[in-house]
């Protein structure tokens, strides 16, 4: 049995991320969705409010759970039994990053695997700094995250036209 972490910020959860997290749950027999808890970026969500928006946009996955973390990847997947990483991939500017995080992360734990995901192509634009953008400009984001985020992240905006 594969166990797999698929850490991040989701803030919020995108599809593109549920995309992910779905995928991954076929590839490996069970998937943690790991939140990170300290970003360097200002988050719109805490990371209690970011567990529980991911937690039920894959409520429909059996194999799969979300929990907080803090610290470095690599001692989070030791510490949780994972043999592997997932990253979800949209486009060039990820794949240097991600290259980049996957040789950090080997160098730190050589048992460790990386694998990364290629998102969707209909969510390949889509991404959380973006969305939240829009979503403050008044824009559409229905189509950007699951129904229960677009609320969450309108009402945190204090913006009218909850889906």
């Known amino acids: 049995m594969t166990m797999a ?21 076929g590839l490996f027999s069970r998937l943690v969705v790991a939140v990170y808890e300290g970003s ?11 567990v529980d928006l991911f937690t039920e946009a894959v409520s429909h996955l059996d194999n799969v759970n979300v929990r907080s973390f803090s610290g470095l990847v690599v001692n989070y997947a030791r ?10 991939l949209r486009g060039g500017s990820d794949f240097e990053y991600e290259y980049e995080m996957a040789f950090v992360n080997k160098k730190l734990a050589p048992d460790i695997e990386t694998v990364c995901l290629i998102t969707s192509l209909e969510y390949q634009f889509v991404s959380s700094s973006r969305l939240k953008e829009v979503a403050s400009l008044g824009g559409d984001i229905g189509v950007m995250v699951p129904p229960h985020v677009a609320k969450a992240v309108l009402e945190k905006l204090a913006l009218p036209g909850n889906p």
């Open 40 to 50: 360097t970026r200002p988050c719109l969500f805490s990371a209690q409010e970011r």
């Open 79 to 88: 510490h949780m039994g994972s043999q592997v990483i997932v990253r979800g």
């Open 5 to 25: 972490l698929y850490p991040g910020t989701f803030d919020p959860a995108t599809r593109g991320h549920v995309d992910v997290a779905t995928r991954a749950s």
